[in-house]
T-cell receptor
Framework: DQQVKQNSPSLSVQEGRISILNCDYT??????FLWYKKYPAEGPTFLIS?????DKNEDGRFTVFLNKSAKHLSLHIVPSQPGDSAVYFC???????????FGKGTRLSVIA | DTAVSQTPKYLVTQMGNDKSIKCEQN?????MYWYKQDSKKFLKIMFS???????INETVPNRFSPKSPDKAHLNLHINSLELGDSAVYFC????????????FGSGTRLTVV
């Protein structure tokens, strides 16, 4: 039973264009959402997060959008750079010290 | 200076053996975790410790036993290894689960042959 779903296993984008990675969740108790980036042979690294009281959070080239009614969030990267090529994991958490629940990840390839 | 370090990075062993994976964090975090990434690439929580005490134990076989001698260390011991235990195991730590997320180690790739 996947509570966090990333339905696109891979995405290919040209350098300089926008990358949009999507994530859906089923558990309405989730109130905090995060994106992680993972390079091969390394652990996931925290990228950006958003609380359920917001619908947008921006950090440089990275913006996360949250649509609570649709139980959907997305990560926008603009402009995309070759160094952004990695696997991106969406994660969610409910209040009360519950552990993060991760999606399967989307492999982003930014082509120069 | 690695924040969350795991050893070994790679581990190849035969079925039936017992092995341990060590994890140490120098961030002063109170909570540590073990996650398993299987062949389908899911990252699944196995255990969570807060200040040396077990707070979450997901449906994990009894052959897996975490040990936390102090809040900076969370080791994972696995008895009677099986083929299905082959995966990448990630250790992580956090101070506040809802602030800044978790800091992960680089993972231990376990291959059982």
């Amino acid at each position: 039973d996947q509570q966090v779903k990333q339905n696109s296993p891979s995405l290919s984008v040209q350098e300089g264009r926008i990358s949009i990675l999507n994530c859906d969740y089923t558990n309405s108790m989730f109130d905090y959402f995060l994106w992680y980036k993972k390079y091969p042979a390394e652990g996931p690294t925290f990228l950006i997060s958003i609380s359920s009281i917001k619908d947008k959070n921006e950090d440089g080239r990275f913006t996360v959008f949250l649509n609570k009614s649709a139980k959907h969030l997305s990560l926008h990267i603009v402009p995309s750079q070759p160094g952004d090529s990695a696997v991106y994991f969406c994660a969610a958490s409910a209040s009360g010290n519950t552990p993060l629940v991760f999606g399967k990840g989307t492999r982003l390839s930014v082509i120069a | 200076d690695t924040a969350v370090s795991q050893t070994p990075k790679y581990l190849v062993t035969q079925m039936g053996n017992d092995k341990s994976i060590k994890c140490e964090q120098n961030l002063g975090h109170d909570t540590m975790y073990w996650y398993k990434q299987d062949s389908k690439k899911f990252l699944k929580i196995m255990f969570s410790y807060n200040n040396k005490e077990l707070i979450i134990n997901e449906t994990v076989p009894n052959r897996f036993s975490p040990k936390s001698p102090d809040k900076a260390h969370l080791n994972l011991h696995i008895n009677s290894l099986e083929l299905g235990d082959s995966a990448v195991y990630f250790c992580a730590s956090s101070q506040e689960p809802l602030a800044g997320g978790y800091t992960f180690g680089s993972g231990t790739r376990l291959t059982v042959v």
